[in-house]
Protein backbone atom coordinates (compact mmCIF):
# COMPACT_ATOMS: atom_id res chain seq x y z
CA UNK A 1 0.00 0.00 0.00
CA UNK A 2 0.92 3.22 -0.75
CA UNK A 3 -0.27 6.96 -0.23
CA UNK A 4 -1.72 9.17 -2.99
CA UNK A 5 1.52 10.49 -2.61
CA UNK A 6 3.42 7.47 -3.57
CA UNK A 7 5.50 7.12 0.15
CA UNK A 8 4.67 3.65 2.15
CA UNK A 9 1.42 3.68 4.12
CA UNK A 10 3.03 1.94 6.80
CA UNK A 11 6.31 2.78 8.48
CA UNK A 12 7.12 -0.07 10.77
CA UNK A 13 10.62 1.50 11.03
CA UNK A 14 8.71 4.65 12.55
CA UNK A 15 9.03 2.73 16.28
CA UNK A 16 12.37 1.71 16.10
CA UNK A 17 14.07 4.79 15.93
CA UNK A 18 15.56 5.63 19.05
CA UNK A 19 16.83 3.11 22.13
CA UNK A 20 13.76 5.16 23.83
CA UNK A 21 11.09 4.79 21.14
CA UNK A 22 12.20 1.06 20.93
CA UNK A 23 11.88 0.59 25.26
CA UNK A 24 8.41 2.22 25.35
CA UNK A 25 6.76 -0.64 23.20
CA UNK A 26 8.71 -3.16 24.27
CA UNK A 27 6.77 -6.27 25.20
CA UNK A 28 8.81 -8.71 26.85
CA UNK A 29 11.44 -7.83 29.61
CA UNK A 30 14.02 -10.33 32.18
CA UNK A 31 13.68 -9.50 35.41
CA UNK A 32 16.04 -10.61 37.81
CA UNK A 33 13.20 -11.87 40.54
CA UNK A 34 12.10 -14.39 37.37
CA UNK A 35 15.49 -15.75 36.96
CA UNK A 36 16.73 -19.13 39.12
CA UNK A 37 20.08 -20.36 39.32
CA UNK A 38 21.24 -24.18 39.80
CA UNK A 39 23.80 -24.61 41.90
CA UNK A 40 25.86 -27.75 41.95
CA UNK A 41 27.63 -28.76 45.51
CA UNK A 42 29.55 -31.71 46.00
CA UNK A 43 30.49 -33.48 49.03
CA UNK A 44 33.29 -34.00 50.49
CA UNK A 45 35.85 -31.27 48.41
CA UNK A 46 37.77 -28.70 50.48
CA UNK A 47 37.82 -26.20 47.05
CA UNK A 48 35.06 -25.18 44.19
CA UNK A 49 35.80 -27.54 41.38
CA UNK A 50 35.36 -25.96 38.06
CA UNK A 51 33.47 -27.97 35.29
CA UNK A 52 35.58 -28.17 32.15
CA UNK A 53 32.39 -28.08 29.85
CA UNK A 54 30.97 -25.08 31.71
CA UNK A 55 33.18 -22.30 31.80
CA UNK A 56 32.69 -20.20 35.11
CA UNK A 57 30.81 -22.91 36.66
CA UNK A 58 31.72 -24.67 39.75
CA UNK A 59 31.05 -27.68 41.59
CA UNK A 60 30.35 -25.94 45.19
CA UNK A 61 31.57 -26.80 48.74
CA UNK A 62 29.57 -26.64 51.52
CA UNK A 63 30.86 -22.89 52.22
CA UNK A 64 31.18 -21.98 48.74
CA UNK A 65 27.58 -22.82 47.96
CA UNK A 66 26.57 -20.45 50.62
CA UNK A 67 28.30 -17.70 49.26
CA UNK A 68 27.04 -18.03 45.60
CA UNK A 69 23.14 -18.46 47.52
CA UNK A 70 24.37 -14.95 49.34
CA UNK A 71 25.49 -13.68 46.14
CA UNK A 72 22.94 -14.32 43.74
CA UNK A 73 20.43 -13.52 46.30
CA UNK A 74 22.43 -9.93 46.39
CA UNK A 75 21.89 -9.44 42.89
CA UNK A 76 18.26 -10.15 43.27
CA UNK A 77 18.06 -13.39 41.57
CA UNK A 78 14.61 -15.46 41.84
CA UNK A 79 15.27 -18.46 43.14
CA UNK A 80 17.97 -21.11 43.33
CA UNK A 81 17.79 -25.01 42.48
CA UNK A 82 20.30 -27.31 44.23
CA UNK A 83 21.84 -30.19 42.52
CA UNK A 84 23.91 -32.51 45.12
CA UNK A 85 26.78 -34.97 44.16
CA UNK A 86 27.06 -37.59 46.98
CA UNK A 87 30.51 -38.78 47.87
CA UNK A 88 28.95 -42.43 47.55
CA UNK A 89 26.87 -43.75 44.84
CA UNK A 90 24.73 -46.82 45.16
CA UNK A 91 21.86 -48.56 43.80
CA UNK A 92 19.08 -47.16 45.60
CA UNK A 93 20.75 -43.33 45.58
CA UNK A 94 20.78 -43.93 49.40
CA UNK A 95 22.07 -40.30 49.53
CA UNK A 96 18.91 -38.58 47.95
CA UNK A 97 17.16 -39.29 51.28
CA UNK A 98 19.25 -38.92 53.82
CA UNK A 99 18.97 -36.46 56.42
CA UNK A 100 22.85 -35.64 55.97
CA UNK A 101 23.29 -36.17 52.38
CA UNK A 102 24.47 -33.50 50.33
CA UNK A 103 21.83 -31.29 49.24
CA UNK A 104 19.71 -31.53 52.48
CA UNK A 105 23.14 -30.01 54.00
CA UNK A 106 23.42 -27.65 51.70
CA UNK A 107 19.62 -26.67 52.02
CA UNK A 108 19.57 -25.89 55.78
CA UNK A 109 22.68 -24.03 55.07
CA UNK A 110 21.51 -22.12 52.27
CA UNK A 111 18.52 -21.72 53.84
CA UNK A 112 19.66 -19.99 57.28
CA UNK A 113 21.15 -17.81 54.66
CA UNK A 114 18.38 -16.45 52.59
CA UNK A 115 15.60 -16.86 54.84
CA UNK A 116 12.78 -16.54 52.60
CA UNK A 117 14.38 -13.44 50.55
CA UNK A 118 14.87 -16.01 47.01
CA UNK A 119 13.06 -19.03 46.44
CA UNK A 120 15.37 -22.04 47.65
CA UNK A 121 14.53 -25.32 45.46
CA UNK A 122 15.95 -28.79 44.86
CA UNK A 123 16.01 -31.21 41.71
CA UNK A 124 14.33 -34.48 42.99
CA UNK A 125 15.80 -37.08 41.07
CA UNK A 126 17.84 -40.13 41.48
CA UNK A 127 20.20 -39.59 38.69
CA UNK A 128 22.69 -37.81 40.91
CA UNK A 129 22.87 -40.51 43.88
CA UNK A 130 22.79 -43.88 42.11
CA UNK A 131 25.95 -46.13 40.80
CA UNK A 132 24.40 -46.55 37.15
CA UNK A 133 23.29 -43.10 36.58
CA UNK A 134 19.73 -43.55 35.88
CA UNK A 135 16.94 -41.57 37.67
CA UNK A 136 15.09 -44.60 38.71
CA UNK A 137 15.79 -47.80 40.56
CA UNK A 138 16.13 -50.33 37.83
CA UNK A 139 14.40 -54.15 37.79
CA UNK A 140 16.40 -57.04 37.29
CA UNK A 141 16.25 -56.84 33.40
CA UNK A 142 18.08 -53.30 33.62
CA UNK A 143 14.55 -51.04 32.91
CA UNK A 144 13.92 -48.25 35.40
CA UNK A 145 11.11 -49.30 37.15
CA UNK A 146 8.48 -46.48 37.40
CA UNK A 147 6.21 -47.01 40.02
CA UNK A 148 9.14 -48.43 42.59
CA UNK A 149 10.88 -45.15 41.80
CA UNK A 150 8.08 -43.29 43.18
CA UNK A 151 8.12 -44.35 46.30
CA UNK A 152 11.49 -43.33 46.33
CA UNK A 153 10.84 -39.90 44.93
CA UNK A 154 8.25 -39.71 47.88
CA UNK A 155 10.83 -40.13 50.60
CA UNK A 156 13.30 -37.71 48.47
CA UNK A 157 10.61 -35.18 48.51
CA UNK A 158 10.14 -35.38 52.55
CA UNK A 159 14.16 -34.88 53.20
CA UNK A 160 14.66 -32.04 51.07
CA UNK A 161 11.09 -30.41 52.85
CA UNK A 162 12.69 -31.41 56.26
CA UNK A 163 15.52 -29.65 55.58
CA UNK A 164 13.70 -26.93 54.79
CA UNK A 165 13.31 -26.63 50.89
CA UNK A 166 10.66 -24.02 49.59
CA UNK A 167 9.85 -25.93 46.56
CA UNK A 168 11.10 -29.09 44.88
CA UNK A 169 11.97 -30.26 41.03
CA UNK A 170 11.32 -33.81 40.16
CA UNK A 171 13.15 -34.09 36.84
CA UNK A 172 12.65 -38.09 36.55
CA UNK A 173 10.11 -37.98 34.34
CA UNK A 174 8.44 -40.90 35.87
CA UNK A 175 4.50 -41.20 35.31
CA UNK A 176 2.38 -39.92 38.03
CA UNK A 177 5.49 -38.66 40.15
CA UNK A 178 3.93 -35.26 40.79
CA UNK A 179 1.06 -37.23 42.93
CA UNK A 180 3.23 -39.28 44.88
CA UNK A 181 5.31 -36.18 46.03
CA UNK A 182 2.06 -34.36 46.58
CA UNK A 183 0.27 -36.77 48.61
CA UNK A 184 3.84 -37.50 50.81
CA UNK A 185 4.19 -34.08 51.09
CA UNK A 186 0.54 -33.18 52.52
CA UNK A 187 0.87 -36.17 54.45
CA UNK A 188 3.74 -35.82 56.44
CA UNK A 189 2.92 -31.95 56.90
CA UNK A 190 4.82 -30.31 54.34
CA UNK A 191 1.34 -29.13 52.48
CA UNK A 192 3.15 -25.53 51.87
CA UNK A 193 6.13 -26.78 49.89
CA UNK A 194 5.33 -26.22 46.04
CA UNK A 195 5.92 -28.36 43.36
CA UNK A 196 8.22 -27.07 40.22
CA UNK A 197 7.43 -30.25 37.42
CA UNK A 198 9.89 -30.83 35.03
CA UNK A 199 7.04 -31.63 32.79
CA UNK A 200 8.04 -32.01 29.49
CA UNK A 201 11.44 -32.72 29.36
CA UNK A 202 12.71 -34.02 26.30
CA UNK A 203 16.01 -36.71 25.66
CA UNK A 204 18.51 -34.31 24.83
CA UNK A 205 22.05 -34.24 23.75
CA UNK A 206 22.10 -30.54 25.57
CA UNK A 207 22.53 -32.12 28.72
CA UNK A 208 25.97 -33.24 27.64
CA UNK A 209 27.86 -30.67 30.11
CA UNK A 210 25.74 -30.82 32.96
CA UNK A 211 26.29 -34.26 33.17
CA UNK A 212 29.81 -33.92 33.82
CA UNK A 213 28.75 -31.03 36.28
CA UNK A 214 26.61 -33.70 38.39
CA UNK A 215 28.81 -36.80 37.87
CA UNK A 216 25.39 -38.64 36.09
CA UNK A 217 25.98 -39.69 32.86
CA UNK A 218 23.98 -43.60 32.42
CA UNK A 219 26.48 -46.21 32.50
CA UNK A 220 24.66 -47.88 30.18
CA UNK A 221 21.94 -47.33 27.79
CA UNK A 222 20.36 -43.70 27.67
CA UNK A 223 17.14 -41.87 29.06
CA UNK A 224 15.54 -42.02 25.94
CA UNK A 225 12.55 -44.80 27.31
CA UNK A 226 11.75 -41.91 29.84
CA UNK A 227 12.87 -38.83 28.35
CA UNK A 228 10.65 -37.66 25.44
CA UNK A 229 11.20 -37.79 21.78
CA UNK A 230 12.43 -34.39 20.06
CA UNK A 231 10.48 -35.84 16.70
CA UNK A 232 7.36 -35.64 18.53
CA UNK A 233 4.85 -32.89 18.38
CA UNK A 234 4.25 -30.03 21.25
CA UNK A 235 0.64 -31.82 21.59
CA UNK A 236 2.42 -34.44 23.71
CA UNK A 237 4.57 -31.64 25.78
CA UNK A 238 0.65 -29.81 26.83
CA UNK A 239 -0.35 -33.59 27.78
CA UNK A 240 2.46 -33.82 30.22
CA UNK A 241 1.83 -30.52 31.75
CA UNK A 242 -1.99 -30.94 32.07
CA UNK A 243 -1.70 -33.88 33.33
CA UNK A 244 1.31 -32.54 36.26
CA UNK A 245 -1.09 -29.58 37.07
CA UNK A 246 -3.53 -32.31 37.75
CA UNK A 247 -1.32 -34.15 39.69
CA UNK A 248 -0.66 -30.87 41.68
CA UNK A 249 2.18 -29.21 39.72
CA UNK A 250 2.21 -25.28 41.01
CA UNK A 251 4.70 -24.80 37.97
CA UNK A 252 5.50 -27.06 35.13
CA UNK A 253 8.65 -26.63 33.15
CA UNK A 254 9.89 -27.17 29.58
CA UNK A 255 13.15 -28.22 29.09
CA UNK A 256 15.46 -27.48 27.36
CA UNK A 257 14.59 -24.02 26.41
CA UNK A 258 16.06 -22.96 23.12
CA UNK A 259 15.55 -25.68 21.15
CA UNK A 260 12.03 -25.87 22.42
CA UNK A 261 10.24 -22.70 22.20
CA UNK A 262 7.35 -23.96 20.17
CA UNK A 263 7.09 -26.15 23.19
CA UNK A 264 7.06 -23.34 25.87
CA UNK A 265 4.52 -21.18 23.89
CA UNK A 266 2.17 -24.19 23.30
CA UNK A 267 2.08 -25.09 27.44
CA UNK A 268 1.55 -21.39 28.46
CA UNK A 269 -1.38 -21.56 25.69
CA UNK A 270 -2.26 -24.70 27.62
CA UNK A 271 -2.39 -24.51 31.29
CA UNK A 272 -2.68 -21.52 33.99
CA UNK A 273 -0.65 -22.40 36.53
CA UNK A 274 3.02 -20.22 35.46
CA UNK A 275 5.41 -22.06 33.00
CA UNK A 276 9.12 -21.76 33.57
CA UNK A 277 12.03 -22.97 31.35
CA UNK A 278 15.57 -24.47 31.80
CA UNK A 279 17.71 -22.84 29.65
CA UNK A 280 20.39 -25.63 30.16
CA UNK A 281 24.04 -26.68 30.13
CA UNK A 282 24.57 -27.45 26.37
CA UNK A 283 22.69 -24.23 25.52
CA UNK A 284 24.93 -21.81 28.14
CA UNK A 285 27.95 -23.81 26.57
CA UNK A 286 27.43 -23.58 23.48
CA UNK A 287 27.22 -19.40 23.68
CA UNK A 288 30.33 -19.72 25.63
CA UNK A 289 32.61 -21.59 23.49
CA UNK A 290 31.32 -19.13 20.50
CA UNK A 291 32.41 -16.35 22.48
CA UNK A 292 35.29 -17.82 23.94
CA UNK A 293 36.31 -17.52 20.22
CA UNK A 294 35.58 -14.33 19.75
CA UNK A 295 32.32 -15.72 16.94
CA UNK A 296 29.83 -13.59 19.04
CA UNK A 297 29.24 -11.10 21.33
CA UNK A 298 28.49 -12.80 25.13
CA UNK A 299 26.31 -10.27 26.15
CA UNK A 300 24.05 -9.61 23.80
CA UNK A 301 23.72 -13.44 23.31
CA UNK A 302 22.37 -14.58 26.19
CA UNK A 303 20.63 -11.68 26.44
CA UNK A 304 18.71 -12.07 23.38
CA UNK A 305 18.52 -15.84 23.80
CA UNK A 306 17.00 -15.00 27.74
CA UNK A 307 14.36 -12.68 26.31
CA UNK A 308 13.44 -14.98 23.56
CA UNK A 309 12.41 -17.85 26.20
CA UNK A 310 10.43 -14.69 27.96
CA UNK A 311 8.76 -13.94 24.50
CA UNK A 312 7.63 -17.85 23.98
CA UNK A 313 5.61 -17.74 27.37
CA UNK A 314 7.78 -18.64 30.35
CA UNK A 315 7.42 -16.44 33.63
CA UNK A 316 10.25 -17.95 35.25
CA UNK A 317 13.96 -18.83 33.22
CA UNK A 318 16.53 -21.18 34.72
CA UNK A 319 19.97 -20.09 33.68
CA UNK A 320 23.38 -20.75 34.99
CA UNK A 321 24.00 -16.75 33.76
CA UNK A 322 21.10 -15.73 36.73
CA UNK A 323 23.34 -14.03 38.96
CA UNK A 324 25.82 -12.12 36.27
CA UNK A 325 22.09 -10.96 34.09
CA UNK A 326 20.73 -9.54 37.33
CA UNK A 327 23.20 -8.17 38.42
CA UNK A 328 23.78 -6.28 35.17
CA UNK A 329 19.86 -5.63 34.78
CA UNK A 330 20.07 -4.08 38.94
CA UNK A 331 23.05 -1.37 37.52
C1 LIG B 1 18.26 -34.93 36.03
C2 LIG B 1 18.57 -33.60 35.42
C3 LIG B 1 19.33 -33.36 34.27
C4 LIG B 1 19.37 -31.96 34.10
C5 LIG B 1 18.64 -31.40 35.14
N1 LIG B 1 18.14 -32.44 35.94
C6 LIG B 1 20.10 -34.28 33.41
C7 LIG B 1 19.49 -35.36 32.66
O1 LIG B 1 18.26 -35.49 32.56
O2 LIG B 1 20.27 -36.12 32.12
C8 LIG B 1 20.08 -31.25 32.99
C9 LIG B 1 20.28 -29.76 33.17
C10 LIG B 1 21.26 -29.15 32.23
O3 LIG B 1 21.70 -29.74 31.22
O4 LIG B 1 21.61 -27.98 32.46
N2 LIG B 1 18.45 -34.92 37.42
Not at 78 to 102: E, N, T
Not at 217 to 229: E, I, K, L, M, V
Request: charged share 25%.
Amino acid sequence: MTTPAGFPASRPRRLRRTAALRRLVADVALSPSDLVLPLFVKEGVNDPVPIASMPGVVQHTRDSVRKAAAEAAEAGVGGLILFGIPAVKDARGSGADDPDGVVQVALRDVVTEVGDDVVVMADLCLDEYTDHGHCGLLTDGGEVDNDATLQRYADIAVAQAAAGVHMVGPSGMMDGQVAAIRHSLDSNGFSDVAILAYAAKYASAMYGPFRDAAECAPQFGDRASYQQDPARSADEAVREAQLDVGEGADIVMVKPAIGYLDVVRAVADAVDVPVAAYNVSGEFSMVEAAAANGWIDRDRAIDELLISVRRAGAGVVLTYWATEVAARLSR
